[in-house]
């Protein structure tokens, strides 16, 4: 089962951009679906991006969608994602996950991050 370690993190002013990278420990990581998960303080954990294996199969939630950028290297087993436009909003600590199938649906990811944190200033 692969391990994943999350990098990138930090604090940020409204605007600005940061790449979150997570990396899995492994030699099976092109065969799991990744996602980029997101829990602020006080709510519940959300889903913010995932890639199918391959990579051809890419979903981002709403409040994402043309700031964010999820992308993989499977030769570094290596999962990215790219975030642009920030807002305060999207302070939270972000976790990586690794399962099966691309879903929206945490639950169904296997392995799980530490989470790294990202803040926003205003």
């Known amino acids: 089962q692969a391990q994943l370690v999350e990098s990138g993190g930090g604090l940020v002013q409204a605007g600005g951009s940061l790449r979150l990278s997570c990396a899995a420990s492994?030699?099976?990581?092109?065969?799991?679906?990744m996602g980029w998960f997101r829990q602020a303080p006080g709510k519940e954990r959300e889903f913010v991006a995932g890639?199918?294996?391959?990579?051809?199969?890419?979903r981002y939630a709403d409040s994402v969608k043309g700031r964010f950028t999820i992308s993989r290297d499977n030769a570094k087993n290596t999962v990215y994602l790219q975030m642009n436009s920030l807002k305060p909003e999207d302070t939270a600590v972000y976790y990586c996950?690794?399962?099966?199938?691309?879903?929206?649906?945490?639950?169904?990811?296997?392995?799980w991050g530490q989470g790294t944190q990202v803040t926003v200033s205003s």
């Open positions: 996950a690794a399962g099966a199938v691309v879903t929206v649906t945490g639950p169904l990811y296997t392995t």
């Open positions: 492994g030699r099976t990581f092109s065969s799991y679906a």
């Open positions: 890639s199918s294996r391959s990579g051809s199969d890419i």
